[in-house]
């Protein structure tokens, strides 16, 4: 499966570099384009080619947006990801760097609506990228990803790919019940929690 990968800043960096480590092919794509990929493509190698945003969305068996919330809104050709796994892996701040008010609704929701159609899952926006980096290989109890979501199939699809780079896999529900667990100002935000841990707190 070829992955694509919206944002390549420290977090997607980062996933493209675990991915490429646990055997995927990604798809890179920037806002500044294709060009200013060449270094870290030459870094990833084979498994790794950069395009532009439109061309990731439509090459890409399942799309990850790690880039500024603000920034994904009309950015991805809504034709191109109608019936595509789109994981929302963004998190939305206000200018002070606090969570951003965004009334009833989940980030993702919002998301949701930018891009109808599309199979939208909450997931891996919880973590910070330098332990993102090194968590799923490393000894021991294995930390949580979470997915999020109204299409059980897409959930799983992510659950696949969190447990291929050394996470668990931890459903915390619909896109807006779950998803408000994950988000900034969310009680899973930021908190590295094994399996079990995050397994017990959901279950409260």
């Known amino acids: 499966m070829n992955t694509g990968i919206i944002g390549t800043g420290r977090i997607?960096?980062?996933?493209?570099?675990?991915?490429?480590a646990a055997g995927h092919r990604v798809i890179l794509a920037n806002g500044s384009g294709p060009h200013t990929l060449g270094p870290l493509v030459a870094e990833l190698g084979s498994a790794a080619r950069a395009v532009t945003v439109a061309e990731a969305a439509e090459r890409a068996d399942l799309l990850v947006l790690m880039l500024p919330f603000d920034r994904a809104e009309g950015l991805l050709p809504?034709?191109?990801?109608?019936?595509?796994?789109?994981?929302?892996?963004?998190?939305?701040?206000?200018?002070?760097?606090?969570?951003r008010d965004l009334g009833v609704r989940s980030s993702s929701e919002i998301v949701a609506g930018w891009y109808p159609g599309a199979r939208l899952v909450k997931?891996?926006?919880t973590m910070h990228f330098e332990t993102f980096a090194f968590a799923g290989t490393a000894p021991g109890e294995?930390?949580?990803?979470?997915?999020?979501g109204d299409?059980?199939?897409?959930k799983d699809i992510v659950a696949g790919i969190i447990t291929d780079l050394g996470f668990a896999a931890v459903d915390t529900g619909p896109l807006h019940s779950g998803g408000i667990l994950q988000?900034?100002?969310?009680?899973?935000?930021?908190?590295?929690?094994?399996?079990?841990?995050?397994?017990?707190?959901?279950?409260?």
């Open 78 to 99: 809504q034709d191109a990801v109608r019936d595509k796994v789109l994981v929302d892996a963004m998190n939305a701040f206000s200018g002070q760097g606090e969570p």
């Open 183 to 204: 988000q900034p100002g969310g009680p899973l935000f930021n908190r590295p929690l094994t399996e079990a841990q995050a397994t017990e707190w959901i279950s409260r």
């Open 151 to 154: 299409d059980v199939k897409a």
């Open 12 to 20: 997607g960096s980062t996933l493209a570099r675990i991915l490429v």
């Open 123 to 125: 997931s891996l926006n």
């Open 142 to 148: 294995r930390l949580a990803h979470y997915t999020a």
